[in-house]
């Protein structure tokens, strides 16, 4: 938009001026002609008195005729030594007075005959008529070598043209550094709006703008209050939502632990309590999933990738992130005797340790929760490239190739698939890794098994 300003701003100042510098030349020309036309009619005044100038010879053995110049002829000749010739021809053709490249034959008519010549580099302007004098009738050329018209044509290169290019130069040099200038606050406003991260929405500062465009930044203030407004809203319900949801989850989840482990212990008289184990267990894993729900929903709200790149980045031991992912999973992987490993190389990434931790954590979680009873999950890190790899691999059923698409997508499962689960694991980690600029990568496990899920993470 603003390239589009100054284009269109320096052609409606600079064509103006290409104009006026082309009138100014034709103004010029103009004058000179005038001028041509003024020479014209002295030259002719001045042929009358040439031919009066004419005097017979004294005797018969002299010269056929004398000439007497009269003062306003000598006058002409004197004012431009060198650019002044005339010529006296009898009505033969032949020379009586003055310069021979000028003798010619009379004019056919009384009327006087104008044309430029060009001799001895000069060009010259000349006037020629017939003349009844004292020797009877001859023809008088009387000559200018300083013809305006001439001069204007021979100078017009460094008197007009070059000149005025100089100057449209100049002006365009000026208009373009005055464009600059006036519209550097609409640069500063375009600035300030790229470097803002998506979740700044304080409003522009309007008299920091220029007037024309302190409606737009007003109307723009606004649409940014509307937009702040609505996320606020939705920041607020979804912390609500889930804050709200953990806690009478969480006693609820501890009151179904506490009457799972009562369902086995012996009564007060001896014998067992009557609780209904069966029901309890169901009970007891319809919360655990719904506590997981909970977390799993905030988790996803945290990870948005436009809210996350304003945050800064910082260094992240992805070594001590997959030991902490054992240690918390080494439970849920013994009581289905799963072989739980840990290939771990160091490696730093820079990153949100949080979120990093949250990736690993729904990888590992969906890796045992899916591996059947006696299988193996490993988890993996270690330096590769400029950046860092995350991986984690089981044996389970694993996904089919079709699918692997869709897993990555929020509440879908595959068809079919045995276990407890949300369908969120897998969209979370994904959405945590672009905010890190890479994306899962899944593959089958060793010798065509199970589901590798890979990461790698820029340095």
């Known amino acids: 938009m603003l390239s589009g300003l100054r284009r269109r701003l320096l052609v409606m100042l600079i064509v103006p001026l290409v104009l006026l510098a082309c009138l100014n030349a034709w103004f010029d020309y103009r004058s000179a002609d005038n001028v041509a036309t003024r020479q014209d009619q002295q030259l002719l005044a001045l042929v009358p008195l040439l031919a009066d100038s004419l005097l017979p010879g004294p005797d018969e053995g002299g010269p056929p005729s004398l000439l007497l110049l009269a003062p306003p002829f000598e006058q002409f000749l004197e004012a431009s030594p060198g650019y002044a010739a005339y010529a006296v021809v009898d009505a033969d053709g032949s020379l009586l007075h003055g310069e021979p490249w000028l003798a010619r034959l009379p004019p056919a008519t009384p009327e006087p005959e104008y044309h430029s010549e060009e001799q001895g580099g000069v060009t010259w302007r000349i006037v020629r008529q017939r003349q009844q004098t004292v020797l009877g009738e001859v023809a008088i050329a009387i000559a200018d070598g300083s013809d305006p018209r001439q001069q204007w044509a021979r100078s017009i290169v460094?008197?007009?043209?070059?000149?005025?290019?100089?100057?449209?130069?100049?002006?365009?040099?000026?208009?373009?550094?005055?464009?600059?200038?006036?519209l550097?606050?609409?640069?500063?406003?375009?600035?300030?709006?790229?470097?803002?991260?998506?979740?700044?929405?304080?409003?522009?500062?309007?008299?920091?703008?220029?007037?024309?465009?302190r409606p737009l930044v007003?109307?723009?203030?606004?649409?940014?209050?509307?937009?702040?407004?609505?996320?606020?809203?939705?920041?607020?319900?979804?912390?609500?939502?889930?804050?709200?949801?953990?806690?009478?989850?969480?006693?609820?989840?501890?009151?179904?632990?506490?009457?799972?482990?009562a369902a086995g212990r012996a009564g007060p008289d001896g014998g067992t309590l009557k609780l209904p184990v069966e029901q309890v267990e169901k009970l007891r894993g319809a919360t655990r999933r719904t506590s997981q729900l909970a977390n799993q929903l905030l988790a996803l709200s945290r990870a948005d990738a436009r809210s996350m790149q304003a945050q800064p980045l910082q260094p992240v031991q992805?070594?001590?992130?997959?030991?902490?992912?054992?240690?918390?999973?080494?439970?849920?992987?013994?009581?289905?005797r799963i072989d739980l490993g840990l290939d771990a190389r160091p490696a730093q990434v820079m990153?949100?340790?949080?979120?990093l931790r949250e990736l690993l954590a729904n990888l590992v979680d969906n890796a045992v929760r899916y591996t059947p009873a006696g299988g193996?999950?490993?988890?993996?890190?270690?330096?590769?490239?400029?950046?860092?790899?995350?991986?984690?691999?089981?044996?389970?059923?694993?996904?089919?190739?079709?699918?692997?698409?869709?897993?990555?997508?929020?509440?879908?499962?595959?068809?079919?698939?045995?276990?407890?689960?949300?369908?969120?694991?897998?969209a979370i980690a994904e959405e945590i890794a672009r905010v890190h600029h890479s994306h899962l990568q899944l593959a089958p496990g060793a010798?065509?098994?199970?589901?590798?899920?890979?990461?790698?993470?820029p340095g």
């Open 158 to 182: 460094f008197q007009v043209l070059l000149p005025n290019l100089v100057l449209i130069l100049a002006a365009a040099f000026a208009v373009r550094w005055a464009v600059e200038r006036a």
């Open 184 to 213: 550097r606050p609409l640069l500063q406003l375009r600035e300030a709006v790229e470097r803002r991260s998506p979740r700044d929405l304080s409003a522009i500062d309007g008299q920091a703008s220029p007037e024309e465009v």
């Open 218 to 261: 007003e109307s723009l203030n606004r649409l940014f209050g509307l937009v702040n407004d609505q996320a606020e809203s939705q920041r607020r319900f979804i912390a609500d939502a889930a804050h709200q949801l953990r806690t009478p989850l969480a006693g609820l989840q501890a009151q179904v632990e506490a009457w799972a482990q």
């Open 318 to 336: 992805l070594k001590a992130l997959c030991e902490e992912a054992l240690e918390s999973q080494l439970d849920a992987a013994s009581a289905k």
């Open 351 to 355: 990153g949100h340790g949080w979120l």
């Open 376 to 426: 193996a999950v490993t988890i993996r890190c270690g330096p590769r490239g400029t950046g860092a790899l995350l991986e984690v691999e089981d044996d389970g059923p694993g996904v089919p190739e079709a699918e692997r698409g869709r897993v990555l997508e929020r509440f879908y499962r595959v068809q079919g698939t045995q276990g407890e689960g949300n369908g969120l694991g897998l």
């Open 447 to 457: 010798r065509g098994r199970g589901l590798k899920v890979t990461v790698h993470l």
